[in-house]
């Protein structure tokens, strides 16, 4: 089922109040809650990652969920919301989630025998897991931009569609990282947050039933790690590398990264290196990589 098209006089029409106090243009009937027990039904498997913990209908962040119990959870542990009435982004920015507008959820890695120092790829192959997903389960593309951000095309221009949260939890043997990833389904044009924020909808994607692309992510996301994991973290062994670069609209871009104390590196994306960080060939015919944990914003120019 589609959203109403304009001209749509109804009290919820997304040209009604203006875009951050217009409601849903959506019923509840044509945003379906998640299944639960379907969920659980299909991503249980002999010998499989996943336990889905729960779906929350209203949480602040799964995130902060998932940390707080990440000491006592086994890897695989998922948490899933409706809604985040305090969800994170990177730097603890907001990351807005409205109810049953899209997949918000956290889960919980452990790849105690993977080096430490290869852990940071974590957030790029969750990147590229959601877009395959994504492209499996609604055959609609996304770009990755680096570090976090999932980007769609709606009528000619990128806009986010998606970001990925990761942070350090537990600590010792149980030591692991809280892989967040959210993603705006049926947003409108006048529910969205931010300027140049995006949907799935908004890029022509006909779903209104979240569970399937729940259900493709977190498949696509059970492959990704388990060959990571196989290949020691090594990213250029298991092809992550390569699936990253192919996948990523920043690479062959001018691009300004914005560093802490207000030093900027400008340039164009080359490459990324194998710890994952962007790789800037600068004016003077220099290279300056750039990690993820260091950059405030990304710009293009
Ligand atoms: N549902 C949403 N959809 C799209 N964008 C959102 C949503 N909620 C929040 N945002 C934007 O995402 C930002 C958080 O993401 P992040 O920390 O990756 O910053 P960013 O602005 O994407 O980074 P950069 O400047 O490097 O592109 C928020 O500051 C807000 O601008
Ligand atoms: O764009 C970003 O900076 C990252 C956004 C990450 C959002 C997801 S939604 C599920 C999980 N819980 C959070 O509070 N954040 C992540």
């Keep these: 089922m589609t959203p109403p098209k304009s001209p749509d006089t109804s009290p919820n029409s997304p040209s009604g109040p203006g875009p951050d106090s217009s409601p849903s243009p959506w019923s509840d009937l044509e945003r379906p809650p998640l299944n639960a027990g379907s969920l659980r039904r299909a991503l249980i498997r002999p010998g499989g990652l996943w336990t889905v913990l729960d779906v929350l209908p209203s949480t602040g962040s799964t995130n902060t969920d998932l940390a707080a119990r990440a000491v006592d959870d086994a890897e695989g542990a998922v948490l899933i919301a409706e809604e985040q009435t305090s969800g994170r982004g990177r730097l603890e920015r907001t990351w807005t989630a409205p109810a049953r507008s899209g997949i918000f959820f956290s889960v919980l890695l452990k790849p105690s025998e993977v080096p430490a120092e290869r852990w940071g790829w974590l957030p790029l192959l969750a990147g590229v897991a959601t877009a395959t997903g994504l492209s499996r389960a609604a055959g609609v593309d996304t770009a990755l931009k680096w570090p976090n951000d999932l980007l769609v095309t709606v009528d000619g221009e990128e806009r986010k569609a ?92 001018r691009v300004r990264a914005e560093l802490p104390g207000e030093r900027t590196v400008v340039g164009e994306a080359t490459a990324l290196d194998t710890d994952g960080r962007l790789v800037i060939a600068t004016e003077g015919g220099g290279r300056e990589a750039v990690g993820a944990g260091d950059v405030v914003h990304l710009r293009a120019e």
């Design 162 to 253: 998606g970001g990925i949260l990761a942070e350090r939890a537990g600590a010792g043997d149980e030591a692991g990282v809280v892989l967040g990833i959210g993603v705006n389904v049926t947003l409108a044009a006048g529910e969205l947050p931010v300027p140049g924020a995006g949907s799935l909808a908004l890029a022509g994607a006909q779903v209104t039933d979240r569970d399937p692309l729940l259900r493709s992510v977190l498949r696509s996301l059970e492959e990704w790690y388990g060959e990571w994991r196989a290949a020691d973290g090594d990213p250029s062994a298991c092809r992550l590398l390569e699936a990253y670069t192919a996948g990523c609209a920043t690479l062959g871009r």
